[in-house]
């Protein structure tokens, strides 16, 4: 497990302290994937360098097993380094050394028997899928291919804890895919603790269980994916989520005034959103059976998985006898799924 305990982070500036991290409290459990999202300039990356200690936090504590690692000697801080592996954004790989040499390099750092190091570092390059690569340069290698060289050479020294520093943004989208997949292989064949620091809310709707959204240095909201996903309560963590699930009105309404009051003539929008096994629930036709004097339209409809949880979301327009729409609300507001009312809009002309 993984405690940081009100962690700061300040640095010296010719214009004076920067405070990049302002009180940080998370806990990651064993075993979870646990992203971290923020803008540019947010403290994300100073916040996963002070899990390692790359950065020393001027305040607070990063507690690991048990074990308050701001307490450690320079010695004894090395030694603890060796249970977490670290793999970066831009790969950090030795552009001289093969692809067998980069990952052989932390156990030749620790003087591991050369036989030892040859059966793990091959071991490795097949768990990666690059074991025909092993006698390549990283210049005749792809990005994602650096970035799986970059995962094997973090599991040389086979870490509990796998820090993630922006692993993805350099990759195009089907690479980033195939990545993400190898770290969710890894993750559930290893027992891994994985931490990982995006600016992509693709990347931890994707793979993670747990997230948190830091702003300025703090922590702005956090939660189980699902949960900030589908009720998210700060206006940065919409922001980020608008990315991949927009809230736009569907064409034919959009930029016309929403009214809380009913309109005549107007539709009466609502959201729906359904999770689980509920996804595949008929509600929309049950609705219109039992209230065949109301017109109800899809206007909007999209079904999507959030870390292997079905997730739909709907946006229906109903016209009709405002009492019945009442009912209609009632009756949607008993099953189980989310209702967002809208409003009454106009449809363009």
Known sequence: MIQLAHIEKTYDSAAGPVQALKGIDLTIETGEIFGIIGLSGAGKSTLIRCINLLERPTGGQVIIDGQDMTALSESELRRARKDIGMIFQHFNLLSSATVYDNVAFPLRLVHKPEKEIREKVESLLRLVGLENKAQQYPAQLSGGQKQRVGIARALASEPKILLCDEATSALDPQTTKSILGLIRDINAQMHLTVVIITHEMQVIKEICDKVAVISNGVIAEQGTVLDV????????????????????????????????????????????????????????????KKFPELDISILFGDIDQIKNVPFGRMIIGITGPQAKIDEALRYLGGRDLKEEVIGYVHKHA
């Not at 064409?251 to 309109?263: K, Y």
Request: net charge negative.
């Open 229 to 288: 996903f589908t009720n998210p309560q700060r206006p940065i963590t919409q922001e980020f989520i608008s990315v991949v699930l927009s809230n736009e009105l569907p064409a034919a309404f959009r930029g016309n005034d929403i009214s809380t009051d009913p309109i005549p003539g107007a539709y009466l929008l609502l959201r729906l959103t359904f999770l689980g096994d509920n996804a595949d629930d008929p509600v929309l036709a049950d609705t219109i």
